[in-house]
């Protein structure tokens, strides 16, 4: 089952580089001096140089080690022009374009990434999640065969039985109304990151009905969406749609859909709309004692992350983590 310990081992066998966009931020350098106390993940903060000095001292961080680009004073600015001019060459951007909005952190941080000068991203101590993701899709974009990006929240609490209680949520964070097609790609996304978390998944594709018992649009795209999921992933138990109720609750899945492999006994939940998710996940929070970490954006080709602008260091530096391991 979950734990930190596992995704810090994957990352031992395999170190990355990460940059935080907010580099000047008290947050932000609590968590990059905790990294940098470690071997597995390397911080580069954006910003100057400078301000970011000061900040730390002030908020007395030792940041000793941490990689500092200042995008205005970056050695291979001119390949970055290039680069993003080539990317967004259809909006017609110029070089001198570019470079003003290359001046933005989150821009600036996100060709980082690009161009390989790192292996992901967190950022939104500050910014909106719009100014996270609007970078990523423009410079980074999807992965082949993904249309959008989508989301998931990992909940985990201790077990009764011993280690962890690990439950994947999608989509919470992003997409606000999905379509049948794009709840499949987002079921998908959603096992591929329940899988990293250790998590065996169980696909419940919820809804006001179970097996038939609710009528409408909505009951019929929740089925629709669990058929072609399963038609793609014959080998995942996947099942709707269904009750929260029955895709948790042995008992009721008894009584309203016996015989189902999912019914019961789901880990791995897909909801109709951004809504219930959203309601879904933060309930499980703050009334189940789950700890709840995300919103993870998925379907992206490299790791890109979003952070709550209430997060705490300790937020930051789980976020990190897990965003660097999914690279």
């Not at 929070?285 to 998925?298: K, T, V």
Request: proline share 5%; aromatic share 8%.
């Amino acid at each position: 089952m979950f734990g930190f310990g596992q995704l810090i081992e994957i990352l031992k066998k395999n170190p990355k580089r990460i940059v935080f966009t907010e580099g000047s931020d008290s947050r932000i350098l609590e968590a990059s001096s905790r990294l940098l106390a470690s071997n597995f993940l390397h911080p580069i903060l954006v910003g100057t140089p400078d301000d970011i000095y000061e900040a730390a001292e002030d908020s007395g961080f030792n940041i000793r080690g941490a990689e500092i680009i200042d995008p205005n004073n970056f050695s291979d600015m001119d390949k970055m022009v290039e680069q993003f001019c080539e990317i967004r060459k259809s909006k017609g951007v110029t070089p001198e374009q570019a470079k003003e909005i290359l001046k933005e952190n989150n821009y600036f941080g996100t060709m980082l990434v690009k161009m390989g000068y790192a292996d992901a991203l967190l950022g939104g101590a500050t910014y909106s999640t719009a100014d996270t993701v609007r970078p990523a899709l423009q410079l980074i974009k999807t992965k082949p065969g993904n249309s959008l990006v989508s989301s998931c929240f990992i909940l985990v609490r201790p077990s009764a039985t011993g280690g962890n209680e690990v439950l994947a949520m999608g989509d919470c964070g992003i997409n606000i109304k999905p379509t049948e097609d794009e709840l499949v790609e987002i079921a998908e996304e959603t096992i591929r990151c329940a899988r990293v978390f250790g998590v065996d998944p169980k696909v419940a594709f919820l809804s006001y009905s179970t097996d038939g018992s609710g009528k409408g649009e909505d009951v019929d795209k929740m089925r629709n969406a669990a058929r072609k999921t399963k038609e793609r992933n014959p080998e995942v138990p996947i099942d709707g749609e269904m009750q929260f109720d029955a895709a948790v609750s042995p008992k009721v899945a008894k009584k309203k859909c016996p015989g189902s492999e999912v019914a019961g006994s789901a880990n791995t939940f897909i909801f109709p709309d951004i809504n219930a998710g959203n309601i879904g996940y933060k309930i499980a929070q703050r009334m189940g004692n789950f700890e709840a970490y995300g919103p993870i954006l998925l379907g992206l080709n490299s790791p890109i992350n979003d952070l709550s602008r209430g997060c705490t260091a300790t937020e930051v530096y789980s976020m990190a983590i897990i965003t660097a391991a999914l690279s």
